[in-house]
C-alpha cells in the first residue's frame, strides 16, 4: 500500500498570503489529521477530519482552516500568512477512531516558509 | 491535563542499548507511541503499547509501561549509527469525543557514535 502522500513538498510564501496543502491518505483510511512542527513549539495538533467532518480542532486561531472530501484526501488552508506560520506541516492517517485502528500514519510534510 | 516529557538528549556508543524515557499526565490514555524522525522527514512509527500491558517487544524494540507511574520508555538493543534520530513519545485519548488527537513530547534527540 502506498503510504500517505503530501503535497506540495516545498513551499516559500510572504507575509499577508494563503496557501493550501494537500494530503492523500492510506488507502482505506477515513481519518485524517494535521499538525504544525515547529523548533519552540514542537508537534502540535491542528485538527482531524473524519467523513468529511472536522471532529476535533487545536487551538489555533480561525486563519487555520481544511476539509475533507468523500475520497478521504484532505486540504488545510492557511490566510493572511505570517512569518510564524514558518514550520513543517504533517498530515497523519488513520482507518478509525478507536482501538489500534486509530494508529497514525504520517507524511513526510510540507515544509513552509514564510518571508 | 496532557502533557508528555522527554529527556532532551542521549548519545550511545554504537552495539550499546539506548533507553529512551517519557512520562505523561493523562491516566486516560489508552494508547502510547513512540515514532522516529530522521532530518528533513516525517513521523515514522516505530511501536505502540496499549495502555493494559506492561511490555511489548518487537526485535531490537522493548517498550515498558509503568501505569502507576506514568512512565513509558523505549528501549533500542544493539544499537546502530542509523539509528541517530529524534524521538517521540505521544498519547493518545480514548474518548471517542476527543477524536483522533495525539500529545507530543518535545522529541529525545539520539546521537549514536561509532
Known amino acids: 500500500k502506498a503510504g500517505v502522500t503530501q503535497t506540495p513538498r516545498y513551499l516559500i510564501k510572504t507575509r499577508g498570503q494563503q496557501v493550501t496543502l494537500s494530503c492523500s491518505p492510506i488507502s482505506g483510511h477515513r481519518s485524517v489529521s494535521w499538525y504544525q512542527q515547529t523548533p519552540g513549539q514542537g508537534l502540535q495538533f491542528l485538527f482531524e477530519?473524519?467523513?468529511?467532518?472536522?471532529?476535533n480542532k487545536g487551538n489555533f486561531p480561525g486563519r487555520f482552516s481544511g476539509r475533507q472530501f468523500s475520497n478521504s484526501r484532505s486540504e488545510m488552508n492557511v490566510s493572511t500568512l505570517e512569518l510564524g506560520d514558518s514550520a513543517l506541516y504533517l498530515c497523519?492517517?488513520?482507518?478509525?477512531?478507536?482501538?489500534?485502528?486509530?494508529?497514525?500514519?504520517f507524511g513526510p510534510g510540507t515544509r513552509l516558509l514564510v518571508l | 491535563g496532557e502533557d508528555v516529557e522527554q529527556s532532551l538528549f542521549l548519545s550511545v556508543r554504537e552495539g550499546d542499548s539506548s533507553v529512551i524515557n517519557c512520562t505523561y499526565t493523562?491516566?486516560?490514555?489508552?494508547?502510547l507511541y513512540w515514532y522516529k524522525q530522521e532530518p528533513g522527514a516525517g513521523l515514522q512509527l516505530l511501536t505502540y503499547?496499549?495502555?493494559?500491558?506492561d511490555m511489548k517487544q518487537d526485535q531490537r524494540l522493548t517498550v515498558l509501561l509503568n501505569k502507576k507511574d506514568k512512565h513509558l520508555s523505549l528501549r533500542i538493543a544493539d544499537t546502530q549509527t542509523g539509528d541517530s534520530a529524534i524521538y517521540f513519545c505521544?498519547?493518545?485519548?480514548?474518548?471517542?469525543?476527543?477524536?483522533?488527537?495525539?500529545?507530543f513530547g518535545a522529541g529525545t534527540i539520539l546521537r549514536v557514535k561509532s
Open positions: 503499547i496499549f495502555s493494559n500491558m
Open positions: 497523519a492517517s488513520s482507518q478509525l477512531a478507536g482501538g489500534a485502528k486509530e494508529t497514525q500514519y
Open positions: 505521544a498519547e493518545t485519548l480514548p474518548n471517542m469525543e476527543y477524536g483522533n488527537k495525539l500529545v
Open positions: 493523562d491516566s486516560s490514555s489508552t494508547y
Open positions: 477530519y473524519f467523513s468529511e467532518t472536522q471532529r
